[in-house]
């Protein structure tokens, strides 16, 4: 299966700069959205997690909130097996 992501990020964001260079690291292709570019964004992420804080990262309609490499992976490997 594709897999389509998206890092919704801030600028001068520590934790949102982790969690693009795991995604580097893994050869994962990915997006990156900064929240601070349209103010759309803040609403569309709090309908879709209920949480504004960055990074949050969308694997194919899963979400990853904050830095969790862990849970990134978990959803990347069950979405490549299918």
Same mark, same amino acid.
């Given at each position: 299966?594709? %897999?389509?992501? =998206?890092? $919704?990020?801030? =600028?001068?964001?520590? $934790? ?10 893994? #050869?994962?292709? /990915? ?12 609403? /569309? ?14 694997? #194919?309609?899963?979400?990853? %909130?904050? $830095? ?15």
């Amino acid at each position: 299966m594709e %897999l389509n992501v =998206t890092v $919704y990020s801030t =600028t001068n964001c520590g $934790y949102c700069e982790l969690m693009k260079n795991f995604l580097k690291e893994q #050869n994962i292709d /990915f997006k990156v959205v900064n929240i601070h570019n349209d103010p759309n964004i803040a609403q /569309f992420l709090m309908e879709k997690t209920g949480r504004l804080g960055a990074p949050q990262t969308c694997i #194919n309609d899963a979400w990853v %909130l904050g $830095y969790d490499p862990n849970n990134a992976m978990k959803i990347i490997e069950r979405l490549k097996s299918l």
